[in-house]
């Protein structure tokens, strides 16, 4: 699967949106951009996901530059809840080859200031 | 939310126990994980599955083995624990496919004295 850079950490006030980035230069035609989050102590947890639309749903919005080589998730009005690491990876549209599981990076961890 | 299931939440066993950590999913998802996630760290696919009768391995090399014979079931057996086994293990499941989202349990956090 193609790499993604993402911040190490970002912090944000209570009720303020977020916007976190995610760089992802080599991503191939078919590859789709996913959002997952870590609460502390828990399993990841299924953001949003695109290939080359902007998508919303209930937990977010995915802004997908138009060359698809940076994304950003954007939290409308962050809570404390919304604390936690989240990871911006890369799946290939079939598969992404043999082992099809994700590729986990260090994320970035967001602070959220009440 | 998501319907996928592993127990026990949390294990603490002496070394050389065989163990078994139990993932079940009811959304009828062919394709299954386990990921294994030191404390800090960052996870990693140590197994994966296709399918009934389909298991492999992951990125990461685990002494753990697993076993698909039902499609909603995927244990994940330690034959002897060591303290080197010591992480939290995490099972997923999805449709498969770079178009589909991956649905987490809880995760098992594993201690081996």
């Known amino acids: 699967d193609a790499k993604t850079t993402q911040p190490n950490s970002m912090e944000s006030n209570e009720e303020e949106p977020v916007h976190l980035p995610c760089n992802h230069s080599?991503?191939?035609?078919?590859?789709?951009i996913h959002w997952y989050r870590q609460l502390p102590s828990q399993g990841p947890e299924y953001v949003i996901h695109?290939?080359?639309s902007n998508v919303n749903n209930r937990m977010a919005s995915l802004a997908i530059a138009e060359d698809r080589k940076s994304s950003t998730l954007i939290l409308h009005r962050a809570t404390l809840r919304d604390a936690a690491v989240y990871y911006c990876i890369l799946r290939g549209g079939f598969g992404g080859g043999g082992a099809d599981g994700l590729t986990f990076g260090k994320g970035t961890h967001l602070i959220i200031q009440p | 939310e998501a319907d996928i299931y592993q127990t026990p939440r949390y294990l603490v066993i002496g070394t050389g126990k065989k163990i078994t950590l139990e993932c079940s999913q009811t959304?009828?998802?062919?394709?299954m994980y386990w990921y294994q996630q030191d404390p800090g760290m960052e996870l990693h696919l140590i197994h994966y599955s296709y399918g009934v009768n389909s298991t492999e391995k992951g990125d990461l090399s685990s002494e753990s083995t697993v076993s698909r014979i039902r499609t909603e079931h995927f244990p994940l057996t330690l034959e002897s624990a060591r303290p080197s086994h010591t992480s939290q293990y995490l099972c997923?499941?999805?449709?498969?496919?770079?178009?589909?989202?991956?649905?987490f349990g809880p995760g098992t956090r594993l201690t081996v004295t």
């Open positions: 695109g290939l080359t």
């Open positions: 997923a499941s999805s449709y498969g496919g770079g178009a589909y989202e991956q649905y």
């Open positions: 959304m009828g998802h062919d394709k």
């Open positions: 080599t991503i191939s035609g078919t590859d789709y």
